[in-house]
């Protein structure tokens, strides 16, 4: 794709490049609302799809597969690893 193109793409609004990256930031957005919700609390695996997805960030994490930046965003909300 040739730069000119890929500069009009860029400024289409709600264009997204990298999907993956989008989705985890909004499932990041949501855990940090809910947390403002309840706080000192994460939700469990049980209670959906959030819930399944905090689970998934714990076992990256210990395993030692998640980049240091989502850490560092998920640390800054204050996310509960143990649980």
């Avoid at 990256?21 to 809910?34: H, S, V």
């Avoid at 960030?57 to 998920?74: C, E, I, T």
């Amino acid at each position: 794709m040739g730069s000119c193109r890929v500069r009009r793409l860029g400024a289409v609004d709600g264009l997204v490049w990298n999907v993956l990256a989008a989705r985890w930031q909004g499932n990041l957005e949501q855990l940090r609302d809910y947390m403002a919700q309840h706080p000192g609390t994460v939700p469990a695996q049980k209670d959906g799809a959030l819930g399944r997805w905090v689970k998934t960030q714990r076992r990256q994490r210990a395993k030692g597969k998640m980049d240091k930046s989502r850490v560092d965003r998920l640390d800054a909300i204050g996310f509960i690893w143990e649980g």
